[in-house]
């Protein structure tokens, strides 16, 4: 029978998040599901490296040892259900040490498991398919350097797991928000036709999936965030018409405001009418956030369009090698010293080269800490006291990398005065994880879940080719008259919130307006021209594409927000980038630096509440 509302809390945001979140949750009392996400491309190529040296790993361990084995009898008292895509790339292996835990506590729970993900044994065939990257247009990689090929799943899997009895459900690969999405299908009944409701249960899961980052986690107004070491993790009370209220346990540290949900639902996405996941397509632009009460926020009106007709699948492969080391330099000039000594590093590396007949970098990169290096031609400091050099690069050869910080340790006692640094022995070259994400029709998977021996087949149904040129866009704000003799500029931060993240080599970056009436000028500001000059010592245009080419721009009247999309913009992104922010989670914060023209009586307002 379906519910009227389920309480979901969200415990897990990365491979590596905090061991107390689910004894916190539990102690709230309340919860009826907790779900965990653990995987990222890098993790699932870590997990593929893992596998292959034990086939009985390949799995985030410590869930089943750290998160679920210390409060497991506390699960089953309270009957709270579990959904985590903790399995990696072998999620029957994760399956298998949970039921084994299960045995030792003499507990009687089910364990399922979703299959069908991983593709790694298609390798040879998918290659010869001929696919293309979807982004860059690159042939398939060499199959002797796939670590991995996962496609990612829905979350109709899931909801047969719990249908069928399952306590615990544990997936491989599946999209971020498929384990809560899958959590609502089955206790509301939903369909595959029930398209508004899959996807505001989408944008539930999508708040939980990063947990902390939605009740006060890397908030721009962080000074606002108390007891950061007893951080609250996420709940989403969600009714059976989708709609849902953000909160967070009694007692925790951390906020829930709607700028706090507002930054988390901008959080690593591209066109925010054109969310792609496997059973939805979700148009968040008209998404309403109203705050309740203290750490109380309402979430309603995203929409939803048919299911897409293909699944995205991600290959990770190695592709050359790379390294490099971050030293500190203190006294008179620091950043000149600094600078000095990287053009120093790389041409010693480069003699070393020549010696022994190797090819030059395939990539350099030199950063400056504490000297606005970030900032391209907006940096602001001329000369400096104090700051951390990073000098990394690219090889084709292993020994490339070897020879750079050789070359770095050597010229240690040749340097410009004030040279130090922390750390333990000298790095070693590391091989590159790059990415390569193509498409793959529905009906290519034989997707299944496996309970008590029983294995249940799940196919999808075909989807619909999403057709962009459809999606009605919102009217642009209307610029805002500025009276040149009554004008100001103040920071784009005293105007709004911000949030970035990465997809690959893509960097989002979302905006969200403090008050409505901001939002035209923000927008005015804020051209795709003027966002590309701030990162465009970042973006590395394709032939053929200029640097606005490489910027999107997004409105999102329901919160009064702009989201930006930046191509080629992180280097490679992830462990394919030697960029010091290879995700870009601190873009939003460069942006926020931005001058923005406004009237004189905003400005004014914004005084006053300063000195107030």
Same mark, same amino acid.
């Given at each position: 029978?379906?519910?009227?509302?389920?309480?979901?809390?969200?415990?897990?945001?990365?491979?590596?998040?905090?061991?107390?979140?689910?004894?916190?949750?539990?102690?709230?009392?309340?919860?009826?599901?907790?779900?965990?996400?653990?995987?990222?491309?890098?993790?699932?190529?870590?997990?593929?490296?893992?596998?292959?040296?034990?086939?009985?790993?390949?799995?985030?361990?410590?869930?089943?040892?750290?998160?679920?084995?210390?409060?497991?009898?506390?699960?089953?008292?309270?009957?709270?259900?579990?959904?985590?895509?903790?399995?990696?790339?072998?999620?029957?292996?994760?399956?298998?040490?949970?039921?084994?835990?299960?045995?030792?506590?003499?507990?009687?729970?089910?364990?399922?498991?979703?299959?069908?993900?991983?593709?790694?044994?298609?390798?040879?065939?998918?290659?010869?398919?001929?696919?293309?990257?979807?982004?860059?247009?690159?042939?398939?990689?060499?199959? /002797?350097?796939? $670590?991995? &090929?996962?496609?990612?799943?829905?979350?109709?899997?899931? #909801?047969? %797991? !719990? +249908? =069928?009895? *399952? @306590?615990?459900?544990?997936?491989?690969?599946?999209?971020?928000?498929?384990?809560?999405?899958?959590?609502?299908?089955?206790?509301?009944?939903?369909?595959?036709?029930?398209?508004?409701?899959?996807?505001?249960?989408?944008?539930?899961?999508?708040?939980?999936?990063?947990?902390?980052?939605?009740?006060?986690?890397?908030?721009?107004?962080?000074?606002?965030?108390?007891?950061?070491?007893?951080?609250?993790?996420?709940?989403?009370?969600?009714?059976?018409?989708?709609?849902?209220?953000?909160?967070?346990?009694?007692?925790?540290?951390?906020?829930?405001?709607?700028?706090?949900?507002?930054?988390?639902?901008?959080?690593?996405?591209? /066109?925010?009418? $054109?969310? &792609?996941?496997?059973?939805?397509?979700?148009?968040?632009? #008209?998404? %309403? !956030? +109203? =705050?309740? *009460? @203290?750490?109380?926020?309402?979430?309603?009106?995203?929409?939803?369009?048919?299911?897409?007709?293909?699944?995205?699948?991600?290959?990770?492969?190695?592709?050359?090698?790379?390294?490099?080391?971050?030293?500190?330099?203190?006294?008179?000039?620091?950043?000149?010293?600094?600078?000095?000594?990287?053009?120093?590093?790389?041409?010693?590396?480069?003699?070393?080269?020549?010696?022994?007949?190797?090819?030059?970098?395939?990539?350099?990169?030199?950063?400056?800490?504490?000297?606005?290096?970030?900032?391209?031609?907006?940096?602001?400091?001329?000369?400096?006291?104090?700051?951390?050099?990073?000098?990394?690069?690219?090889?084709?050869?292993?020994?490339?990398?070897?020879?750079?910080?050789?070359?770095?340790?050597?010229?240690?006692?040749?340097?410009?005065?004030?040279?130090?640094?922390?750390?333990?022995?000298?790095?070693?070259?590391?091989?590159?994880?790059?990415?390569?994400?193509?498409?793959?029709?529905?009906?290519?998977?034989?997707?299944?879940?496996?309970?008590?021996?029983?294995?249940?087949?799940?196919?999808?149904?075909?989807?619909?080719?999403?057709?962009?040129?459809?999606?009605?866009?919102?009217?642009?704000?209307?610029?805002?008259?500025?009276?040149?003799?009554?004008?100001?500029?103040?920071?784009?931060?005293?105007?709004?919130?911000?949030?970035?993240?990465?997809?690959?080599?893509?960097?989002?970056?979302?905006?969200?307006?403090?008050?409505?009436?901001?939002?035209?000028?923000?927008?005015?500001?804020?051209?795709?021209?003027?966002?590309?000059?701030?990162?465009?010592?970042?973006?590395?245009?394709?032939?053929?594409?200029?640097?606005?080419?490489?910027?999107?721009?997004?409105?999102?009247?329901?919160?009064?927000?702009?989201?930006?999309?930046?191509?080629?913009?992180?280097?490679?992104?992830?462990?394919?980038?030697?960029?010091?922010?290879?995700?870009?989670?601190?873009?939003?914060?460069?942006?926020?630096?931005?001058?923005?023209?406004?009237?004189?009586?905003?400005?004014?307002?914004?005084?006053?509440?300063?000195?107030?």
């Amino acid at each position: 029978m379906a519910k009227n509302s389920i309480r979901v809390a969200g415990a897990s945001g990365f491979w590596g998040d905090a061991a107390h979140s689910t004894s916190q949750l539990l102690n709230d009392g309340s919860v009826d599901f907790i779900v965990y996400d653990y995987l990222a491309e890098i993790t699932m190529s870590i997990m593929a490296q893992a596998r292959a040296k034990n086939p009985q790993t390949g799995y985030a361990v410590d869930f089943v040892t750290a998160a679920i084995k210390p409060n497991l009898k506390e699960i089953a008292r309270q009957g709270v259900k579990i959904v985590s895509n903790a399995g990696g790339v072998n999620p029957q292996a994760c399956a298998q040490a949970l039921r084994g835990v299960i045995a030792e506590q003499g507990l009687d729970l089910k364990v399922a498991c979703v299959m069908g993900d991983d593709l790694i044994d298609q390798c040879k065939t998918l290659s010869a398919q001929g696919h293309i990257e979807m982004f860059n247009g690159e042939s398939f990689p060499e199959t /002797d350097k796939v $670590a991995s &090929i996962n496609a990612y799943l829905g979350a109709f899997p899931v #909801a047969l %797991a !719990l +249908q =069928q009895g *399952a @306590d615990i459900v544990v997936t491989g690969r599946c999209v971020d928000s498929a384990v809560t999405l899958g959590v609502c299908i089955h206790a509301f009944d939903w369909g595959r036709d029930d398209l508004d409701k899959l996807a505001m249960g989408s944008l539930a899961g999508h708040i939980l999936e990063c947990g902390p980052q939605a009740t006060g986690g890397n908030f721009t107004d962080w000074e606002q965030v108390e007891n950061l070491e007893n951080m609250g993790y996420p709940i989403a009370e969600i009714s059976a018409d989708g709609c849902f209220v953000c909160t967070k346990p009694e007692a925790t540290g951390g906020l829930v405001t709607v700028a706090t949900v507002a930054e988390q639902m901008v959080y690593e996405i591209g /066109d925010p009418q $054109a969310y &792609i996941l496997p059973d939805v397509v979700c148009d968040f632009s #008209a998404v %309403a !956030l +109203q =705050q309740l *009460a @203290d750490n109380r926020v309402a979430v309603s009106g995203a929409k939803g369009l048919p299911a897409p007709d293909s699944y995205k699948v991600c290959t990770t492969f190695a592709d050359q090698w790379r390294g490099g080391h971050s030293l500190t330099v203190y006294g008179i000039d620091a950043n000149k010293k600094a600078e000095k000594l990287a053009a120093a590093i790389f041409a010693a590396s480069r003699r070393t080269f020549n010696i022994f007949g190797l090819a030059d970098f395939s990539e350099i990169s030199v950063e400056v800490i504490g000297a606005d290096s970030q900032y391209g031609v907006f940096a602001e400091i001329e000369s400096c006291r104090e700051v951390t050099l990073k000098v990394a690069a690219k090889h084709v050869d292993a020994a490339g990398i070897g020879v750079l910080l050789k070359e770095m340790t050597g010229l240690g006692l040749a340097t410009p005065p004030g040279l130090c640094g922390f750390a333990g022995g000298r790095p070693k070259p590391s091989p590159i994880v790059r990415l390569f994400s193509f498409l793959l029709p529905k009906g290519s998977l034989a997707i299944k879940v496996e309970i008590d021996g029983r294995v249940i087949d799940c196919p999808d149904t075909q989807g619909t080719a999403l057709q962009q040129s459809a999606i009605s866009r919102p009217p642009e704000p209307r610029s805002p008259a500025l009276n040149r003799s009554d004008t100001a500029l103040v920071p784009l931060v005293a105007l709004a919130w911000a949030r970035s993240g990465d997809k690959g080599d893509k960097a989002n970056i979302g905006v969200i307006a403090r008050k409505a009436e901001y939002l035209p000028y923000i927008y005015a500001a804020l051209s795709v021209s003027a966002v590309a000059e701030r990162f465009a010592h970042f973006i590395r245009p394709r032939a053929g594409r200029s640097l606005e080419d490489c910027v999107e721009r997004y409105l999102m009247p329901g919160c009064h927000g702009i989201n930006f999309l930046l191509d080629n913009v992180l280097g490679g992104g992830g462990m394919a980038s030697i960029r010091n922010d290879p995700q870009g989670k601190g873009y939003g914060q460069l942006l926020l630096n931005a001058q923005i023209p406004v009237s004189g009586e905003i400005a004014r307002q914004l005084q006053a509440g300063q000195d107030a």
